[in-house]
């Protein structure tokens, strides 16, 4: 009963001005109130995919594999924490839009010697690229309080390629790395579906708070990245004062390009225009992931490169 | 701040878990160890940041090998570990003590067939729980 209330209450929290500003984006509001499936990720430093599904097999556990990363699960049972495996690490509870940015530098993370994930807590991208890469990942995040679960996540899968670091991105110096993943603080809007109160906070102001900080820290990974490097660009919001206009910035202040993504589910591209403003055209290889398309909350990603 | 260890504390590092849990020096060869406070040894990279306040995976507190160290090492473990059944490791990762009759002293590898727990102290028959508490819990399925 108390379920069904609190469904209720999270339909009828999406605010009316929300639903009118992002209508050219978004067809199926419902879906923002409606829950995530469960999806995790086998953690291949630990375990494989085979012992994985063997070992869910003997719990009567349903889980599927999903098309477009061969380590990702979604399971409709609400116990996946409740499992050894997940306890040893062996899985990482992760959100299917949230292990997107990792795939997009599949073959550039093989070469890399030094990769920068440069706002990492709670560390389910860190230690998705720990498995991905031989290289030496920076761990960085300016909230002191965020480092602890960063910490544990990684001891718990056993990232041992990671080294953690609490510097506000905007004041490190002296590092090049060949790959920055810039998982940028935004609004948020595109985790309703987990967070709903989300609504509760949301407003235009907020929006413009993070697009203004952003700018700042795209152009300074920008700075730091090494000469031919690659800089990944991720949000999990819908406004394009914080996606493609935070690209558009760059693209006018340096001599960024942009690279297209490839990955094997639906993605729309990067928007033109939005309220009068107009960007770049090569914005089109930016990516947005909008939930109703695959069954998941809302994400951008743009990859860079440094020329 | 983290520093590394000099090449004569290090080895001594690699002598005791090779001679106290057969845990071949070799496996370690592309990391580094690094010191922080209150005697915490931590295994990472080769090279670090002067910023570095942690480095990948906290191995030892003074000579208590932790629990993730083990959940990541263990598969190379030949001595100094016991093998709990289906109950006894439940209650283990609950949290709770365990009466046991072993010969084994000190702290050791926890087992579930071949799976690794983590690290328990034992003395005089009674298998201390070393678990940290953030990682205590109730397992359905095991």
Not at chain 1, 90 to 107: A, G, K, N, R, V
Not at chain 1, 114 to 135: E, F, R, V, Y
Not at chain 1, 245 to 264: F, G, Q, S
């Amino acid at each position: 009963m108390i379920h069904i209330e609190k469904y209720i209450i999270k339909k009828m929290d999406i605010p009316n001005n929300f639903k009118e500003r992002y209508s050219s984006i978004i067809s199926d509001f419902n879906i923002l109130s409606e829950p995530l499936p469960k999806s995790f990720r086998v953690n291949t430093i630990k375990t494989t995919i085979k012992e994985i599904k063997e070992r869910f097999k003997k719990y009567n556990i349903n889980i599927k594999r999903l098309d477009f990363y061969k380590e990702a699960f979604i399971s409709e049972s609400p116990e996946i924490g409740k499992t050894l495996e997940h306890f040893l690490g062996y899985i990482y509870s992760q959100e299917i839009t949230s292990m997107l940015p990792p795939l997009t530098i599949l073959t550039e993370l093989k070469e890399a010697n030094l990769i920068l994930d440069a706002c990492a807590a709670p560390g389910s991208k860190t230690t998705q690229l720990a498995t991905l890469t031989n290289g030496t990942i920076i761990a960085n995040d300016l909230d002191y309080q965020r480092i602890k679960a960063l910490k544990h996540n990684i001891e718990k899968t056993g990232a041992i390629n990671t080294i953690i670091t609490n510097q506000d991105l905007r004041r490190i110096k002296d590092i090049e790395p060949d790959i920055i993943l810039l998982d940028a603080p935004c609004s948020a809007e595109g985790t309703t579906r987990k967070n709903p109160e989300v609504f509760n906070y949301w407003s235009i102001k907020d929006i413009l708070k993070h697009s203004n900080l952003q700018k700042q820290l795209i152009l300074k990974s920008y700075e730091l990245l090494k000469p031919k490097g690659i800089l990944i660009y991720s949000t999990c919001t819908f406004a394009p004062e914080e996606n493609e206009e935070v690209i558009n910035y760059l693209l006018n202040k340096t001599n960024a390009k942009l690279e297209k993504i490839n990955l094997n589910l639906k993605t729309r591209e990067g928007i033109l225009n939005f309220n009068n403003k107009e960007y770049n055209k090569e914005i089109k290889k930016c990516i947005r992931i909008i939930p109703e398309d695959n069954n998941s909350g809302g994400f951008f990603i743009a990859k860079i490169k440094k020329c | 701040m983290l520093e590394k260890i000099q090449r004569k504390q290090k080895k001594a590092i690699f002598n005791y878990l090779e001679n106290r849990y057969g845990i071949p020096q070799e496996i370690f060869k592309k990391y580094e160890l690094y010191s922080g406070s209150e005697e915490k040894i931590s295994l990472g990279p080769k090279n670090i940041l002067k910023f570095t306040i942690n480095t990948g995976l906290l191995i030892l507190r003074k000579e208590k090998p932790t629990t993730s160290f083990f959940q990541t090492f263990g598969k190379y473990v030949s001595k100094n570990y016991i093998i709990l059944d289906k109950e006894q490791t439940l209650d283990y990762i609950r949290g709770k003590d365990l009466e046991i009759n072993s010969e084994l002293q000190g702290f050791i590898l926890i087992k579930y067939e071949n799976f690794n727990i983590g690290c328990g102290f034992i003395k005089n028959n009674l298998l201390k729980n070393q678990l940290p508490k953030t990682r205590q819990t109730e397992l359905k399925f095991i």
